[in-house]
């Protein structure tokens, strides 16, 4: 069984930063993919930053040059470094996880529960 587990947000003062930490355990493919979506109130859920088990990365056009996202392949943890943070950075932030759990299973989406970041204007 496959677990995702995020740690970190809260409330900072916009300008600032935050770190958010996910683990994932149980039964992952070496090839996966990692990241972070988030969803604030009343709009849609949507990406924030992906990284492959290779190392490329994306992120949605609003966070660029402020988020960078790292992993640990060997701990499979991911960690989203957040700065410069703005009011509408603010959020419920999902970790995701995408990976092969066998041939007749197929690719399997797993999320964590979330974790709120809000920032203050």
């Known amino acids: 069984q496959v677990q995702v587990a995020e740690s970190g947000g809260g409330l900072v003062q916009a300008g600032g930063s935050l770190r958010l930490s996910c683990a994932a355990s149980?039964?992952?493919?070496?090839?996966?993919?990692m990241g972070w979506y988030r969803q604030a109130p009343g709009k849609q859920r949507e990406l924030v930053a992906l990284?492959?088990?290779?190392?490329?990365?994306s992120y949605a056009y609003s966070v660029k040059g402020r988020f960078t996202i790292s992993r640990d392949n060997a701990k499979n943890t991911v960690d989203l470094q957040m700065n410069s943070l703005k009011p509408e950075d603010t959020a419920v932030y999902y970790c995701?996880?995408?990976?092969?759990?066998?041939?007749?299973?197929?690719?399997?989406?797993?999320w964590g529960q979330g974790t709120q970041v809000t920032v203050s204007s």
């Open positions: 995701y996880l995408k990976t092969l759990i066998s041939p007749s299973a197929g690719v399997v989406d797993y």
């Open positions: 149980g039964s992952i493919s070496s090839i996966n993919t």
């Open positions: 990284i492959s088990s290779g190392g490329a990365t």
